[in-house]
């Protein structure tokens, strides 16, 4: 015999849900019937969030990662404390927060939003490249860390940002030991970040 069906609003819901990274159908039933528990004035709340999200969160104009508002400068290239001479560059916010976790790394950052991949249409003009290259010029950063991910698409961003840097007389590095190949950067640990921070070797 057949399950009954769930109401209409609650398909859509879990429709929605299943869009998520990592949420199949069962996961979302239990979100979505999670969700349908909760009272109004809780579930207020999160429509409220979801639908203010754009809103309250800016992109910095110093590294491309995530603000508290729109053309606001993120807390990481406003504090005095870090180093804005050494550079570490990555494919999304995910992995700014990774490495952050970790601990150790003490200068700035810029995001690329994404990594090369002709197939999937992303190309060099669809990356922030032309910002890292103006900062370099400034004459103020000694070093790049690639802080890429280790597949192919990560390798050959990696490659083509080398070229494009190595005629401007800075040190340019990747990270080293303690991520395995093929992995994304976003997932790592953040002692295993940590230590391939540390570990970083010349990049050629």
């Known amino acids: 015999m057949a399950s009954p069906a769930y109401p209409e609003a609650l398909e859509e819901l879990m429709e929605l849900l299943r869009g998520l990274p990592g949420v199949g159908r069962r996961s979302a039933e239990r979100m979505a019937l999670q969700f349908y528990s ?24 110093e590294c491309g990662g995530m603000s508290s508002g ?52 992303k190309l060099a003009d669809s990356l922030s490249i ?32 080398a070229g494009l840097l190595k005629d401007r007389n800075i040190k340019i590095s990747r990270l080293a030991q303690g991520l395995p190949a093929g992995s994304d950067l976003s997932y790592a640990d953040p002692a295993t970040v940590a230590a391939a921070l540390s570990g970083r070797t010349s990049f050629s």
């Open 70 to 121: 729109k053309n606001e400068i993120c807390p990481i290239c406003s504090s005095p404390l870090r180093d804005p001479s050494v550079i570490c560059v990555v494919e999304e916010f995910p992995q700014m927060r990774s490495i952050e976790a970790g601990g150790v790394f003490k200068g700035r950052y810029h995001v690329l939003g994404g990594r090369l991949a002709p197939l999937e249409g």
């Open 130 to 161: 032309e910002p890292l290259l103006r900062k370099v010029d400034n004459g103020t950063v000694k070093e790049v860390i690639f802080a890429l991910s280790s597949d192919v698409e990560g390798q050959a961003t990696a490659v083509y940002l």
């Open 38 to 61: 909760w009272d109004e004035t809780r579930l207020k709340i999160l429509g409220e969030t979801l639908l203010s999200l754009k809103e309250r969160i800016g992109i910095c104009p």
